[in-house]
């Protein structure tokens, strides 16, 4: 189905919901920013007045048509989320309390890691009283205090140690290790490239779309990611990494991990390109 088609199938969950009960609805992911294709699914928020228990969102959406219904992530709290499908197309409704979406734009401006801020910032209003905008003109600035405090806190793990210890994980055996430090690399990279630009972060789908317009980056950004988790050779990913690393820190203004980070890739990353 074409965005429009799936904009239109939302619009139609959306207008299924009582009012009363969900008085803001919010297209959220791939169809809200137009760039869906036939792997995408529908991801919407659902803002409800009061607290609603699992069982009433879970009969919500199969009055709204949804069929399949199934539940993911933890339990107990006063958000939820419903998948389903109608018309052959997956959906995933979160749905969270007017007092808990208070709740979660304020972390997200004191620092709460997550792409949720990414995610309203693009939302598109299925059914509105003025929820979204108010918290989109919130989230319109990126706070100079944030970016730098999200700077420091993914250039934290790059030092302290001795630069040779980044050999371990290149061991024969040690592929998990190696993969384990290539994604945390790569994460804390973009944290900190979405940071220099006052970018909200987004998650990592479409990463080379997302990276392509920003204005502060490393050459190369999203192709270096794929190219140091893809190389078979674990030495020459670990290179990669650490040289686009480097770069990253390089961006970044001075500050105590950055500045530690910038002395302890450079020379992890000499290590690296000495013969073994």
Not at 24 to 45: H, N
Not at 179 to 194: G, K, Q
Request: aromatic fraction near 4%; hydrophobic fraction near 50%; proline fraction near 7%.
């Amino acid at each position: 189905m074409k965005t429009d088609d799936l904009r239109t199938l939302a619009q139609r969950v959306a207008d299924a919901l009582p009012a009363a009960v969900a008085p803001e609805v919010v297209l959220t992911g791939s169809v809200s920013r137009g760039v869906a294709d036939e792997l995408s699914d529908i991801e919407m928020l659902i803002v409800t007045r009061e607290p609603v228990a699992l069982e009433r969102c879970l009969e919500l959406a199969a009055a709204a048509g949804l069929e399949r219904l199934d539940t993911w992530g933890p339990r107990g709290g006063a958000e939820h989320r419903v998948s389903g499908r109608r018309d052959g197309v997956p959906l995933e409704l979160v749905w969270w309390p007017r007092t808990h979406a208070e709740a979660r734009i304020d972390a997200l401006l004191d620092g709460e890691p997550s792409s949720a801020a990414d995610a309203l910032v693009h939302g598109l209003p299925l059914r509105t009283t003025g929820l979204l905008a108010a918290w989109q003109e919130r989230l319109a600035d990126y706070p100079p205090d944030l970016a730098a405090a999200q700077i420091e806190a993914a250039a934290l793990r790059w030092g302290g140690f001795a630069a040779a210890g980044l050999l371990t994980v290149e061991r024969p055996g040690d592929r998990l290790a190696l993969a384990e430090w290539l994604v945390d690399s790569a994460t804390r990279v973009l944290a900190i490239v979405f940071a220099l630009n006052r970018v909200w972060p987004p998650t990592s789908k479409r990463l080379a779309a997302r990276v392509a317009v920003l204005a502060v980056r490393p050459d190369r950004l999203a192709e270096r990611i794929e190219e140091a988790l893809t190389q078979p050779d674990a030495r020459a990913a670990l290179r990669v990494m650490t040289e686009l690393q480097l770069d990253t820190v390089r961006l970044a203004p001075s500050g105590p991990n950055v500045d530690r980070a910038r002395a302890w890739l450079a020379e992890a990353a000499e290590i690296l390109r000495s013969p073994r």
